[in-house]
């Protein structure tokens, strides 16, 4: 069975320090891999995805930014946080496009807090 | 019009009530539908897929109506365990494109 790991579960952050996040996904191969955001009492924002190794697609400006450097890893970063980036950070996974299967399945997620 | 709306709520509803939502969503060629339900602090999970007959599972049922770009999800004999944030997901296949909601927030009373 597939399954997706997301850590850390909670961080707080100074504003202007980096960010690493990382997503892990076992069970399956090639699949679509996704990262959104959940500000408090917010939608699900969604940040990026990628349908492969290296291949990275932008949603929305922000100073943030994505890398996937092997099919299973998906990790979410940033050089300098500023407040607004605090909020629920999940992770997805989906079948590949054609599959039939849009369906996504979340990580846990991460609780980011920057003061 | 938005991509994807939903009654935010929240929906107070006593235990044992039936009480059921809806979703529009202005894209006419959505194909994939879908319900998740978020807990509070926690992960959206998967609580059904939408199929354009309509489909069934335990006390939940979910519709879809194409003429009217709407999706609606029913639950019965409603549990306390059923509160719970409601999301509704629409998925544009032509661009692969995942539309989220922003959730009905459902309340059981005791």
């Known amino acids: ?14 504003v202007g320090s980096p960010l690493s996040l ?3 996904v076992e069970g399956t191969s090639n699949p679509n891999l996704y990262w959104y955001r959940q500000a408090a009492g917010r939608g699900l924002q969604l ?8 291949q990275i697609s932008s949603e929305v400006p922000q100073n943030l930014s994505a890398s996937r450097p092997q099919d299973r890893q998906f990790i979410l970063s940033s050089k300098k ?5 605090s909020g629920f950070y999940l992770c997805a996974w989906s079948y590949l496009r054609g599959t039939g299967g849009e369906t996504q399945y979340f990580g846990p997620g991460t609780r980011l807090l920057v003061l | 019009r938005k991509e994807v709306e939903q009654d935010p709520g929240p929906f107070n509803v006593p235990e044992g009530a039936t009480v059921a939502f809806n979703c529009t969503y202005s894209n006419s060629a959505s194909q ?4 998740y339900r978020q807990d509070c ?3 959206p999970k998967l609580l059904m897929s939408v199929y354009s007959s309509g489909n069934e599972d335990g ?3 979910a519709q879809l109506n194409r003429a009217s770009q709407y999706i609606s999800l029913l639950i019965r ?7 719970a944030t409601y999301l509704c997901v629409v998925n544009h296949s032509g661009d692969d494109k995942i539309i989220f909601g922003k959730g009905t927030r459902l309340h059981i009373l005791p």
């Open chain 1, 22 to 24: 990382e997503c892990t």
């Open chain 1, 1 to 14: 069975s597939q399954t997706i790991h997301q850590w850390p579960a909670t961080l707080v952050q100074p």
């Open chain 2, 59 to 61: 006390r939940f049922t």
């Open chain 2, 41 to 43: 602090r926690k992960e």
């Open chain 1, 81 to 85: 946080l500023l407040l607004s980036d």
């Open chain 1, 47 to 54: 940040l990026f995805y990628s349908v492969g190794i290296g």
């Open chain 2, 77 to 83: 004999d409603s549990k306390l365990s059923d509160s």
């Open chain 2, 32 to 35: 994939s539908f879908f319900w």
